[in-house]
């Protein structure tokens, strides 16, 4: 996949060494040093400040995705003043959202009465929500520019380096739990100012440029129209995915919010090569569009279907079999404030197979964002939010965590099917093969059969002994049935060739 792959995989190392530093802090860290209210509440800090974050945007992210290659193109980047118009709507936004926050603060307070800790500290939301802001804007451009690997490193690596480091300063007492939050909200101070110096520094972003251009004057119609229907897709689909939260702190209290931060933690961790992949292939997926290179649209969309779909159920079977593992290891770290951690082993177990679907689907959002057909990327996310809103309302209401987690389930399968349909449609993009459909079966045999190896009383040699067992399987699977040939490349390359030479020189 040329740029996409050679980037995707340092995208993908960053992305997982932010999991795995992520994955310390929530599943050790936090469950150590904190009560389950008070990471329910960390949570729901984040949750909410990435909802109004986006909506502080006011729909100029894809705006910039995919017209920023026609100001570079025609006006470079010292006369491109779309990052000073940009910049101004986000600050407008941001005007608008406190004038808001400050008018309705007696109802929120009032909505949020089974979470008080959260109405204590719901203020330090505004300066999360800032920081938040201005990095998406940021990364947008730096996007733009293929500088995703760099971006990536910032908001999956280092931002959990400081989370990382400031668990550690509340847990030897250095800050308290309002201390903590304060400097918490500031947490994407530190990227936005790092991020801000590489773009200076790398003498193709500027904010001296003030004056209309031409191309603003010839393109602003369609801008604004385009502006304003992806803007409320994302917008929907941000807050289909973030509403659970919400509602889990409205109707059920902060405990439950961070037990369902920790299984939709896990189950995110799927995620890894789809957040890597989008993040690269969109600014190459808009410049194909204006290319009108359809072969290579195709290209990418069958390649990150295979890709996506061997990665993803390689993590998915390395969750399933390790579940209860987790489950006795939270248990067991976190016996200070009583454990409780039993109900997680269901709520990953469904929201993975929901993220697995997703994967499986590959790059449908990012070819249809980024095309003519932009608008039904809104009403697809319109129908997200309309499906996902009362379904999480009722199943939570009547299932407690495990309903939201079906909802979650339902919602994305119906959302992404909609989406193939309509490219197949369209365009007759269909990525899948037979090979797809043998490797999926098999890979779920693989899963069963290694499901029923004896197990021992620990739970680390569990893990190792479960883990290296699929491991070895999946690989030999892959290998035998070859559905994503760059996969094993890489897995060749990095592991079969490098580690051997390494020892070699010693």
């Known amino acids: 996949m040329g740029i996409i792959q050679k980037q995707g995989v340092k995208s993908s190392f960053y992305i997982m060494l932010g999991f795995v530093i992520g994955a310390i802090n929530l599943l050790v860290l936090f469950p150590l040093f904190f009560t389950k209210n008070d990471q329910g509440l960390v949570r729901a800090l984040i949750d909410i400040g990435a909802t109004l974050s986006v909506f502080c945007t006011l729909g100029t992210l894809p705006v910039i ?73 940021l990364e947008a451009f730096a996007w733009g520019l293929r500088k995703g690997v760099y971006t990536n490193f910032l908001r999956e690596t280092a931002i959990r380096i400081l989370t990382t480091i400031l668990i550690i300063a509340f847990g030897l007492h250095w800050v308290n739990l309002p201390q903590f939050i304060i400097l918490f909200s500031f947490i994407y101070a530190v990227p936005v100012a790092l991020l801000l110096i590489h773009l200076i520094q790398s003498k193709q972003f500027t904010l001296r440029a003030f004056a209309i251009s031409n191309v603003t004057k010839r393109l602003k119609g369609k801008m604004i129209s385009f502006a304003l229907f992806v803007f409320a897709g994302q917008f929907f689909n941000l807050l289909a995915k973030t509403n659970d939260t919400f509602m889990i702190v409205g109707l059920k209290g902060l405990s439950d919010a961070g037990i369902f931060a920790i299984a939709t933690y896990v189950s995110a961790i799927l995620e890894i090569p789809q957040r890597s992949l989008n993040a690269i292939s969109i600014p190459v997926l808009a410049q194909s569009w204006k290319d009108k290179d359809f072969a290579n649209i195709k290209h990418i969309y069958h390649k990150s279907v295979s890709n996506l779909l061997v990665i993803g159920l390689m993590l998915f079977g390395l969750i399933w079999l390790n579940i209860e593992n987790l489950v006795s290891f ?177």
């Open 330 to 506: 939270l248990n067991w770290v976190s016996h200070k404030h009583s454990g409780g951690y039993d109900a997680i082993s269901k709520l990953i177990f469904i929201l993975g197979i929901a993220k697995l679907i997703d994967l499986a689907t590959g790059v449908n959002g990012q070819i249809i964002g980024t095309s003519n057909y932009w608008k039904f990327d809104f009403f697809t996310n319109l129908f997200y939010i309309l499906l996902s809103l009362p379904l999480n309302y009722y199943l939570i209401k009547n299932y407690s965590l495990e309903g939201l987690a079906y909802s979650n389930l339902i919602a994305l399968t119906l959302y992404n099917s909609i989406r193939f349909a309509f490219l197949y449609k369209k365009f007759n993009l269909q990525p899948y093969t037979f090979q797809h459909g043998i490797f999926l079966l098999a890979s779920i045999g693989l899963m069963l059969g290694i499901h029923q190896l004896p197990t021992a009383s620990n739970f680390a040699i569990n893990i190792l002994i479960q883990s290296i067992s699929y491991g070895v399987g999946f690989y030999l699977l892959t290998h035998w049935i070859n559905p994503a040939p760059e996969i094993l490349a890489i897995v060749r390359h990095f592991f079969l060739k490098n580690i051997p030479a390494f020892f070699a020189k010693k």
């Open 65 to 137: 995705y995919k017209f920023y290659p026609f100001y570079n193109q025609y006006l470079g980047p010292q006369k491109n003043e779309l990052p000073f118009i940009t910049l101004l709507l986000n600050l407008i936004g941001f005007v608008f959202l406190l004038i808001i926050g400050w008018h309705e603060k007696d109802f929120i307070i009032r909505k949020l009465g089974k979470s008080p800790s959260l109405a204590q500290y719901f203020n330090y939301v505004y300066p999360y929500t800032f920081f938040l802001l201005i990095f998406y804007w």
